[in-house]
């Protein structure tokens, strides 16, 4: 795809320098906005705005929504005030309102003069909602209908009004700005009579959000039900607006890449990969890597403290590694999955007793295996092929339980921790690899020095 959009971008430079205006735009109604949006992201900064303002109305709005916020506000310092207005116009108020929270403030202001007042309005409005909650980001635009209008001024309201609507499949029937129920197109299309009201069609049972919930709880149960929107209530039950499932999937991979990174040790960025500067990533990053090297000290206080037991059995000092290597994938691997279990909601604190029961028979099964693996490799690779006298049964044994041990220790802190940490009002992916490796490093030493000291003449 990335090819693809270069090999056009250079077409459409090639078409520029020749002045094909025409052919140009002929090209760029044929693609989907977000193809568009592509495209222009690898064109000449300078050349920019002379391909936007080829794009039809409509679809120049379109393509500027899916922009990243850099070349927004480069299109935004460009235009006239007329054609800001033009672009405004065209969007709906939750686009709008994305907008707005990723440009500095000069260019807001002027955002907010060119917008008409209902938009303005609309937009300062959802402007004062929590950050990340439902009422940051619902739309105020959808459509509504009375419980006493039939199946024929329904579908004539929806004619009338749907175009200024980001979403006309799913209506909301409100009495008072209450929600008493929905109906679809799909409805009022397929009903016996025209003359049907809308209460005796509607559906009752109307699930909604508020608008302080927390927008991966939106996002979440818009993937549960299966809906193409979800109605948002104020805190007096009256409906305010609506979220579509397009914004809950922009919320979705949001949350993912934040867990990704800060699972990864590192702060989370709002930029992509390719538009942030190596001192970005340098901010994001050395915060952790300066916590994780400080908490790495106790590894090697202990190591100190066992200082006269490694001069006596040095051969212990070879396994080491692998010993700490596998208690941090095993602790990864167990908190991974926690998490991916917590964030989709199938897991909860009530559930920590059988999640850590869970974790300790898999641990047993694992630490088995890989102990009696780590028995063969070491007596068959370390003591028969390298032929090291060092390597005895009892120095098998010992690496072996410890591992073992380790493991058991790694998979129960992995799931204990995240767990703990969403209880605590924490995101538990703080408390993924580089926190729960640490912390196994360490058990994993005292484990496998203090079997070793009872095992084996110190």
């Given at each position: 795809m990335a090819e693809n959009n270069f090999s056009l971008a250079a077409t459409l430079q090639s078409m520029l320098e020749a002045k094909k205006y025409t052919s140009i735009r002929d090209v760029l109604v044929t693609m989907n906005p977000a193809d568009v949006a592509s495209v222009l992201e690898d064109m000449e900064e300078a050349k920019l705005p002379l391909l936007f303002r080829l794009l039809p109305k409509e679809e120049a709005a379109e393509t500027f929504v899916e922009m990243e916020p850099e070349l927004q506000e480069l299109l935004i310092k460009g235009f006239s005030d007329v054609e800001l207005k033009e672009v405004l116009d065209e969007l709906y108020v939750d686009d709008a309102v994305d907008i707005v929270e990723e440009m500095p403030a000069n260019v807001v202001k002027r955002i907010l003069k060119a917008a008409d007042p209902t938009m303005r309005r609309e937009i300062n409005e959802i402007l004062r909602y929590p950050e990340n909650s439902a009422g940051s980001m619902m739309t105020t635009e959808y459509v509504s209908l009375r419980p006493d209008m039939t199946v024929e001024q329904a579908i004539l309201r929806i004619r009338r009004t749907g175009v200024d609507k980001e979403t006309i499949y799913t209506c909301y029937v409100t009495k008072d700005r209450k929600i008493l129920g929905i109906v679809t197109v799909k409805d009022l299309l397929l009903a016996p009579d025209d003359e049907m009201l809308i209460s005796d069609l509607m559906t009752t049972n109307v699930i909604s959000v508020n608008t302080s919930t927390d927008q991966e709880e939106v996002a979440q149960m818009l993937s549960k039900y299966n809906y193409l929107a979800l109605p948002v209530v104020d805190n007096e039950e009256r409906m305010v607006g609506i979220v579509t499932f397009d914004d809950a999937m922009d919320v979705m991979e949001d949350e993912a890449t934040e867990d990704i990174e800060i699972m990864g040790g590192m702060t989370p960025s709002d930029k992509s990969y390719l538009r942030s500067t190596p001192l970005d990533l340098f901010r994001h990053r050395i915060p952790w890597l300066l916590l994780l090297m400080v908490s790495a000290?106790?590894?090697?206080?202990?190591?100190?403290?066992?200082?006269?037991?490694?001069?006596?059995?040095?051969?212990?000092?070879?396994?080491?590694?692998?010993?700490?290597?596998?208690?941090?994938?095993?602790?990864?691997?167990?908190?991974?999955?926690?998490?991916?279990?917590?964030?989709?909601?199938?897991?909860?604190?009530?559930?920590?007793?059988?999640?850590?029961?869970?974790?300790?028979?898999?641990?047993?099964?694992?630490?088995?295996?890989?102990?009696?693996?780590?028995?063969?490799?070491?007596?068959?690779?370390?003591?028969?092929?390298?032929?090291?006298?060092?390597?005895?049964?009892?120095?098998?044994?010992?690496?072996?339980?410890?591992?073992?041990?380790?493991?058991?220790?790694?998979?129960?802190?992995?799931?204990?921790?995240?767990?703990?940490?969403?209880?605590?009002?924490?995101?538990?992916?703080?408390?993924?690899?580089?926190?729960?490796?640490?912390?196994?490093?360490?058990?994993?030493?005292?484990?496998?020095?203090?079997?070793?000291?009872?095992?084996?003449?110190?």
């Amino acid at each position: 795809m990335a090819e693809n959009n270069f090999s056009l971008a250079a077409t459409l430079q090639s078409m520029l320098e020749a002045k094909k205006y025409t052919s140009i735009r002929d090209v760029l109604v044929t693609m989907n906005p977000a193809d568009v949006a592509s495209v222009l992201e690898d064109m000449e900064e300078a050349k920019l705005p002379l391909l936007f303002r080829l794009l039809p109305k409509e679809e120049a709005a379109e393509t500027f929504v899916e922009m990243e916020p850099e070349l927004q506000e480069l299109l935004i310092k460009g235009f006239s005030d007329v054609e800001l207005k033009e672009v405004l116009d065209e969007l709906y108020v939750d686009d709008a309102v994305d907008i707005v929270e990723e440009m500095p403030a000069n260019v807001v202001k002027r955002i907010l003069k060119a917008a008409d007042p209902t938009m303005r309005r609309e937009i300062n409005e959802i402007l004062r909602y929590p950050e990340n909650s439902a009422g940051s980001m619902m739309t105020t635009e959808y459509v509504s209908l009375r419980p006493d209008m039939t199946v024929e001024q329904a579908i004539l309201r929806i004619r009338r009004t749907g175009v200024d609507k980001e979403t006309i499949y799913t209506c909301y029937v409100t009495k008072d700005r209450k929600i008493l129920g929905i109906v679809t197109v799909k409805d009022l299309l397929l009903a016996p009579d025209d003359e049907m009201l809308i209460s005796d069609l509607m559906t009752t049972n109307v699930i909604s959000v508020n608008t302080s919930t927390d927008q991966e709880e939106v996002a979440q149960m818009l993937s549960k039900y299966n809906y193409l929107a979800l109605p948002v209530v104020d805190n007096e039950e009256r409906m305010v607006g609506i979220v579509t499932f397009d914004d809950a999937m922009d919320v979705m991979e949001d949350e993912a890449t934040e867990d990704i990174e800060i699972m990864g040790g590192m702060t989370p960025s709002d930029k992509s990969y390719l538009r942030s500067t190596p001192l970005d990533l340098f901010r994001h990053r050395i915060p952790w890597l300066l916590l994780l090297m400080v908490s790495a000290t106790f590894t090697g206080m202990i190591i100190s403290h066992f200082e006269n037991a490694l001069a006596a059995q040095v051969v212990l000092t070879a396994f080491i590694p692998m010993l700490m290597d596998t208690g941090g994938n095993s602790g990864s691997q167990a908190s991974v999955t926690v998490i991916r279990a917590l964030s989709l909601g199938e897991l909860e604190f009530s559930d920590l007793t059988s999640a850590i029961w869970k974790e300790v028979r898999t641990a047993v099964m694992c630490g088995c295996v890989l102990a009696v693996a780590c028995f063969g490799k070491i007596m068959l690779v370390d003591h028969l092929l390298m032929h090291n006298p060092s390597v005895t049964p009892v120095v098998a044994l010992v690496v072996c339980l410890a591992l073992a041990i380790t493991v058991l220790a790694a998979k129960v802190i992995g799931c204990l921790l995240p767990m703990l940490a969403k209880k605590i009002g924490f995101d538990p992916a703080v408390m993924a690899s580089p926190f729960i490796t640490t912390m196994v490093d360490a058990i994993s030493l005292l484990v496998y020095f203090a079997i070793a000291t009872s095992l084996l003449p110190m």
